[in-house]
């Protein structure tokens, strides 16, 4: 009795890990300054939102003498995922260009000059991340990939 005691609480225990991760729709809950520290490889401080009240956004921001260095992810619905991917097909035309990211269930990178932004969607949830620093695209796409698989897990 003891035993299928114990072994009950352990899978409830268990089971509730997961739910600890989850954002709860605060974007800052998702990644820590260190994991988006790592990614960039410039120190960022602790993720903060615009504004108290609107938190399905965070920023993460590094200190540079010589140009601005943030991070930034956006949560959002997979709708609006969805719309989001019918505007890049246009902005394809205008000259950006979209490619496959192999993140979540669908997702891909919105490449516009030197900007990029990874676009994921996971079940019915979805966001956007974006790095904003004076590098190459393809170490921006490699930063916006490593952090987007951390959090799709919490999604």
């Given at each position: 009795?003891?035993?299928?005691?114990?072994?009950?609480?352990?899978?409830?225990?268990?089971?509730?890990?997961?739910?600890?991760?989850?954002?709860?729709?605060?974007?800052?809950?998702l990644l820590t300054a260190a994991q988006v520290s790592a990614a960039a490889?410039?120190?960022?401080?602790?993720?903060?939102?615009?504004?108290?009240?609107?938190?399905?956004?965070?920023?993460?921001?590094?200190?540079?003498?010589?140009?601005?260095?943030?991070?930034?992810?956006?949560?959002?619905?997979?709708?609006?995922?969805?719309?989001?991917?019918?505007?890049?097909?246009?902005?394809?035309?205008?000259?950006?260009?979209?490619?496959?990211?192999?993140?979540?269930?669908?997702?891909?990178?919105?490449?516009?000059?030197?900007?990029?932004?990874?676009?994921?969607?996971?079940?019915?949830?979805?966001?956007?991340?974006?790095?904003?620093?004076?590098?190459?695209p393809g170490q921006k796409q490699d930063i916006e990939s490593t952090l987007?698989?951390?959090?799709?897990?919490?999604?």
């Open positions: 009795m003891r035993t299928n005691l114990l072994s009950g609480f352990g899978c409830a225990v268990f089971m509730a890990l997961p739910a600890l991760a989850k954002s709860d729709g605060d974007a800052c809950k490889g410039f120190t960022v401080s602790e993720g903060t939102h615009v504004t108290p009240t609107f938190v399905k956004t965070c920023t993460w921001t590094g200190s540079n003498s010589s140009g601005a260095q943030f991070v930034t992810l956006n949560l959002q619905t997979a709708a609006f995922f969805d719309g989001a991917k019918k505007q890049a097909a246009m902005i394809t035309a205008a000259g950006g260009s979209v490619k496959p990211a192999g993140v979540g269930d669908d997702s891909y990178f919105l490449i516009e000059g030197t900007q990029v932004m990874l676009w994921v969607k996971k079940g019915d949830s979805a966001f956007k991340l974006a790095v904003y620093k004076q590098i190459a987007a698989k951390e959090v799709v897990p919490r999604l």
